[in-house]
């Protein structure tokens, strides 16, 4: 089941703040975040965990509700090179091989 | 570290040809997936191996798409024949071990297909 992310695209100007949401129908063990720039590959940003584990970039900070099956990534100060497409990989369980299913993406537009 | 690398960057062909991407993995890591973006979609996973043994293949459409891991290092995905439909980013990437749930997963910048 694919994940469902808000907002589809959102427009910032340098120095605002933008909260993305990621949000599951089933149960999830892990959130996955990246970045992807047109035309290039993905790129890490946080691996949230069941259990409150994370990792990820010092300046990237993001939550995740086991309970309500939802992550959110949090992006402040934003600068030019925020843009790009921000997907959410929830993964599942050692029964699915921890296989990610990614949301269909917001667009992060950020103008000087 | 050198990343993941993939071959060819784009490929245009028609429907019902066949196309060949390669991937090379980032040294060392055992596990490598495929995955087929569709324009405006997030990636969605065709196959994962681990060394050269596949640990999920239920979304490959196996009636066209094949694909291999020799020697558990770098992998090739075949698809043949190729469909309209097929046109897409395919995107490798690599994880240090068994792809558990609290690994990162590295791509590769991912073949252009567009089927004519």
């Known amino acids: 089941q694919q994940p469902v992310q808000s907002p589809q695209a959102v427009i910032l100007r340098e120095g605002e703040d933008a909260v993305i949401n990621c949000s599951s129908s089933k149960a999830l063990y892990s959130v996955h975040w990246y970045r992807q720039k047109h035309g290039e590959a993905p790129v890490f940003l946080m691996i949230l965990l069941k259990g409150g584990e994370q990792k990820g970039h010092e300046k990237i900070s993001a939550s995740f509700n086991e309970k309500k099956q939802q992550s959110s990534l949090y992006l402040t100060a934003s600068q030019l090179s925020y843009s790009g497409t921000y997907f959410c990989g929830t993964g599942g369980g050692r029964g699915s091989n921890y296989k990610l299913t990614f949301g269909k993406g917001t667009l992060l537009t950020v103008n000087p | 570290e050198a990343g993941v690398a993939q071959s060819p960057r784009y490929k245009i062909i028609e429907k019902r040809q066949s196309v060949a991407f390669w991937c090379n993995p980032i040294?060392?890591?055992?596990?490598l997936y495929w995955y087929q973006q569709i324009l405006g979609q997030g990636p969605k996973l065709l196959i994962q191996f681990q060394n050269n043994g596949v640990v999920d293949d239920s979304q490959l459409p196996k009636d066209r798409f094949s694909a291999e891991r020799l020697k558990g290092v770098d992998s090739t995905l075949k698809i043949q024949p190729a469909k309209l439909e097929d046109s897409a980013v395919y995107l490798c990437a690599s994880s240090p071990n068994t792809g558990a749930r609290q690994e990162t997963q590295y791509f590769g910048p991912g073949t252009r297909l567009l089927v004519l």
């Open positions: 040294s060392g890591h055992a596990t």
